[in-house]
Every structure is written in C-alpha cells, then in structure tokens.
C-alpha cells in the first residue's frame, strides 16, 4: 500500500506565500510522476502542476510566474512553493502520484491541504 501525506496549507494574505509538501511512503519502485491538482467550492478539480521523475514540468497558465513544483527523488517528497498568492487560489490541493508498485503502477491521491487566501 501506497500513502501520500500532504502538509503546508493554511491561511495567508492576499500576495503571500506557502509551501506544501506532499511524501509517499510504502512499497514503492518508483514515482514517475508526482504533482498537484486543486479543488475550489463549486468548481471541479483542476491541475496545478506535475513534475516528472527526470524533471519535466506542466503546470496551468494561471499559476505560472507564480507556483513553483520540485522534487527530491530520494525522499519521495514533491514540494510546491506558492508565492503572489491571490484569493483565487483558495481551494483545498491534492497531491496525486503515478507510482509503480512491483511490475504495475498505480495513481494515488492524498487527502487533501486546505489553502486560503484572504485579507
């Protein structure tokens, strides 16, 4: 079994920033994809960015200049640093990871951090 344990969020004025981290533990053989997606009210679930296990990036437009994804491969940890944060970034992010497991991978969630953004 797989676990992805998110910590970071919270609450930050309008123009701040945060860092969330995200570590996967259990039996693991690789991760070639780790990344984050996010949740607002009433909204569905939207990409933030991905990074892959040999660095490659995808990220939304509206997050670019702003949110930055990194990995550290030996720690199974995928982090996101968010700076000029606006209120339209609250929603509560995920992390989600493509991880093989033996001969076979598997996309996993974590539960979720709750980030908001206000004055």
């Known amino acids: 079994q797989v676990q992805l344990v998110e910590s970071g969020g919270g609450l930050v004025q309008p123009g701040g920033s945060l860092r969330l981290s995200c570590a996967a533990s259990g039996s693991i053989f690789s991760i070639p994809a780790m990344g984050w997606y996010r949740q607002a009210p009433g909204k569905q679930r939207e990409l933030v960015a991905t990074m892959s296990s040999g660095g490659s990036t995808n990220s939304a437009d509206s997050v670019k200049g702003r949110f930055t994804i990194s990995r550290d491969n030996a720690k199974n940890t995928v982090y996101l640093q968010m700076n000029s944060l606006k209120p339209e970034d609250t929603a509560v992010y995920y992390c989600?990871?493509?991880?093989?497991?033996?001969?076979?991978?598997?996309?996993?969630w974590g539960q979720g951090t709750q980030v908001t953004v206000s004055s």
């Open positions: 989600n990871a493509d991880v093989v497991v033996g001969y076979l991978q598997y996309n996993y």
